[in-house]
């Protein structure tokens, strides 16, 4: 196995689009992962990277990549050491981002027989969920779709009303980050860009667009994005299947940091489900 790390393209917003990519230089025209990690994420945590080794074990090229403006840099891809990139986040610019990606990607692989660009699966965990959605639903690339813990609305987690009158007055909303106790920035233009946005960034519409084999995983046990939207994305994206897992979390058992050597039990088998759903 191959490992290529934190290396970096342009992005199209002037910043660098940081990934890695995992993959067997024995295989040949091998299908390939595509993972998005979701809200206050980033490619490397928890047992992400345990889990593209996993997917190159089993026959499958893995890229993993920080969207440009998720708070990392090159230097420190992990956490959240640019507040001020994160303040500047939205969900447009995290579409352009992976849009970016696919574009180099279809490039700089078109003449590297070990790859396959004909098979590109995306891959979305929670709010990357609702990105993959968007994006499968645009780009006849995509050959198919899985969404992990995935949001089926974006529109529903803005804050209220008040709260919004608030943010547009001051210009910033604050999350607070429960594991790095950091207070998360956004800047008033979040909310803008979806308003303007709204007809593409509606999940939903995407969802009933879709044309693709589309994977839906959620645990039962998630009390960050409900089991509702779930179910609401199997009922909109006609050739979904749906797969629940119980006793799983948001997660499906994984922390930041991942110390074990293996990924956790429930992950194995969302792993196995991934497998079984892309191969046949």
Not at 43 to 61: E, I, R
Not at 236 to 263: D, Q, R, T, Y
């Amino acid at each position: 196995m191959k490992c290529i790390i934190n290396h970096t393209i342009p992005g199209p917003n002037k910043r660098l689009i940081v990934y890695d990519l995992f993959y067997d230089p024995i295989l040949q025209n091998t299908p390939i992962i595509i993972f998005c990690h979701g809200y206050k994420g980033f490619k490397d945590w928890g047992a992400w990277s345990l889990l593209g080794k996993a997917f190159v074990s089993k026959g499958f090229a893995f890229f993993k990549f920080n969207f440009s403006h998720n708070g990392g840099t090159l230097k420190q891809p992990i956490d959240f050491p640019d507040l001020e990139a994160f303040a500047q986040n939205n969900y447009t610019k995290e579409l352009q981002d992976l849009d970016c990606f696919l574009q180099w990607l279809s490039t700089s692989f078109k003449n590297k027989p070990f790859l396959d660009l004909k098979k590109i699966i995306l891959i979305g965990h929670s709010r990357g969920g609702g990105i993959v959605t968007i994006k499968a639903s645009e780009d006849p690339r995509i050959y198919k779709l899985i969404t992990l813990a995935g949001v089926s609305d974006f529109k529903s987690r803005f804050p209220t009303k008040q709260a919004l009158r608030d943010w547009s007055r001051s210009g910033r909303y604050f999350v607070k980050n429960g594991r790095t106790q950091q207070q998360m920035p956004h800047a008033y233009q979040f909310y803008l860009d979806f308003l303007k946005n709204e007809e593409r960034l509606t999940i939903s519409s995407a969802a009933k667009r879709l044309k693709i084999p589309h994977l839906i995983v959620h645990g039962a046990e998630d009390t960050s994005v409900p089991i509702s939207e779930a179910k609401a994305l199997h009922r909109w994206s006609s050739k979904s299947s749906l797969c629940i897992f119980g006793e799983s979390n948001h997660v499906f058992g994984a922390e930041h940091p991942w110390k074990k050597s293996e990924m956790p039990a429930n992950l194995k088998r969302v792993l196995t489900k991934m497998i079984d759903f892309i191969n046949n």
